[in-house]
């Protein structure tokens, strides 16, 4: 799983910190069922943040789109670098079979064949020889820290391209003379690492192989110096993530109006879906109820938040407020719902054939492993989960029957074998009840996990049923808590905003503040 560099760093354990404060400012009064209608219009300023609008659609301008455009990308970014440790840049994999592969390969060619041929003419061309080490020089130079000036002088004295210039005008230019200072300077300045490029460069006899060789390496340098820099701005980045990301999101709610239109649908859909259960709920023969159903803010958030975990990614939007975590939600649901069929699977296993299961822990893990093998890429449209989980059955079968000859006891007739694959088959029909059951208990741990003010301190209990994953589920469980906190509270005003007008039809007036409030 890519989940493993990602970590929680906002303290879950300091409620009263500046950062995570913000959120609570903005959602604190929509957690009480019985505040008033007017702890929920404390914004004064004039501009609307709120999706829904009766004016005309505005017109966007061309420079409007490219603003929101880099500020998402911007914001995508951060985000990123902040929040998974194993990030870092790379360079473009072209294939060399592909039209880009080959016509850039063509065109390198062509340009070192041309300077191989102006190297060995007689006498030599020098011209884009001195190219070369100009753009060498200035790579150099964009390594060295501001207070390198000693190297830095070395270098613009060494590799001066008027004199060189001058040099190759009497031909007097140690071309060898000066790769071999650039590759020891490469040495000094180079990542660990890179000290086998920098031998293989010192290996190479071929002038023009060695330039280009050198070009080569330079590039994994300049890649190498990026993601240092990552690497040093990412403690900055996690302290500032919060009040940075809200700030570009406010701009893009400045260019485009209605940047908020999933977010308010997503979060509509809970809305509805509480308003109808306390409906049914309030429902009782021989009572009357007039009174409105009231509802908790906070509820209805951690239930839209829940629906994350059964989005279908490849058909629906994901809301604006969680696109930068998109592709982790993606990949922690797929990651859920195979572990769900490993919890169905065992559940099966353990009601048909427990009493044969029981004090062997150790076939019980080699079930759970199977399964997870063979389940292995369910989510991909082209995986035949019926044709797997009939696999799992069989298997099953045969580790069964094996565990029981060990211990001098008959094997599983062929009724209760059939009956054990076809019970494993029905789990993807869409009415099943042990997937169902399953799909409930899981969907109770993870509402309570959003319940808790420090679930890496204190993890709910687990539900029936569960403990053959109770491993995997509590680490996955941490990180959708972390994601869910952590938009929170970058989102948390926004979201107050929406709530006001969804639960009590109120107009929310003004931009949402980016700052955290003043202690």
């Known amino acids: 799983m890519p989940f493993n560099g990602e970590k929680q760093y906002v303290s879950e354990d300091q409620p009263s910190d500046s950062e995570s404060s913000r959120f609570s400012e903005s959602l604190a009064s929509l957690s009480d069922y019985e505040c008033s209608r007017q702890s929920f219009t404390s914004d004064s300023s004039s501009k609307s943040s709120s999706p829904a609008s009766t004016s005309p659609p505005r017109v966007v301008t061309f420079d409007e789109v490219m603003a929101t455009a880099r500020n998402l990308s911007n914001m995508t970014l951060a985000h990123e670098i902040a929040v998974n440790d194993n990030f870092q840049l790379k360079q473009d994999a072209v294939s060399e079979n592909s039209l ?27 011209d884009y020889a001195l190219k070369l080490f100009e753009e060498i020089r200035e790579i150099l130079l964009s390594f ?30 140690d071309i060898q003379g000066l790769a071999n200072y650039v590759i020891s300077t490469m040495g000094k300045l180079c990542a660990p690492v890179r000290d086998a490029d920098i031998r293989a460069l010192n290996a190479t006899g071929n002038i ?37 990301e809200r700030t570009k999101f406010q701009e893009i709610l400045d ?12 979060i509509k859909e809970s809305v509805d879906e509480e308003l109808l259960s306390l409906s049914e709920s309030a429902v009782t023969p ?16 951690n239930n839209s938040y829940l629906k994350l975990l059964q989005w279908d990614y490849q058909k629906r939007e994901i809301p604006e407020t969680l696109m930068t975590d998109g592709k982790r939600l993606q990949e922690l649901t797929e990651k859920l719902n195979q572990l769900k069929m490993i919890a169905c699977l065992s559940l099966i296993t353990n009601n048909m054939v427990g009493a044969i299961m029981e004090g062997q822990p150790e076939l019980a893990n080699r079930l759970k492993r199977i399964s997870a093998v063979l389940l ?21 079968c045969i580790e069964v029957n094996n565990a029981l000859k060990e211990r001098g006891l008959p094997v599983l007739n062929a009724e209760i074998q059939a009956n054990l694959i076809g ?9 099943n009840s042990i997937w169902s059951l399953i799909d409930k208990r899981i969907q109770l741990y993870m509402k309570s996990l959003l319940c808790l003010p420090s679930p890496q301190k204190c993890m709910p209990p687990i539900p029936g049923g569960l403990a053959v994953i109770q491993q995997e589920l509590e680490m996955l469980g941490s990180r959708y808590a972390n994601i869910v906190n952590l938009n929170k509270q970058v989102y948390g005003p926004f979201y107050a905003n929406i709530l006001r007008k969804l639960l009590f039809g109120e107009e929310t007036m003004g931009k949402v503040d980016a700052s955290p409030p003043a202690n």
């Open 144 to 173: 060295l820290t501001p207070g390198g000036n000693r190297l830095r002088n070395q270098i613009c004295e060494v590799l001066d391209i008027e004199l060189i210039r001058q040099q190759a005008k009497h031909n007097a230019v």
């Open 100 to 126: 880009a592969g080959r016509v850039k390969h063509i065109v390198h060619q062509a340009f070192w064949d041309v300077l191989e041929s102006d190297l060995n003419a007689d006498p030599p061309e020098y």
């Open 208 to 244: 023009v192989e060695v330039l280009r060789q050198i070009f080569h390496v330079l590039d994994l340098m300049k890649m190498d110096m990026a993601n240092f820099t990552i690497m040093s701005l990412r403690p900055h980045l996690q302290r500032q993530l919060v009040e940075y």
């Open 255 to 266: 260019e485009t109006p209605n940047a908020l239109e999933q977010t308010t649908e997503w």
């Open 423 to 431: 019970q494993f088959s029905s789990i993807e029909d869409k009415d």
């Open 286 to 301: 021989g009572t009357e109820n007039s009174s409105t159903p009231s509802l908790s803010p906070t509820l209805v958030l």
């Open 376 to 396: 292995e890429g369910m989510n991909k449209e082209t995986f035949n989960l019926k044709e797997a989980l009939n696999s799992i059955g069989v298997q099953t």
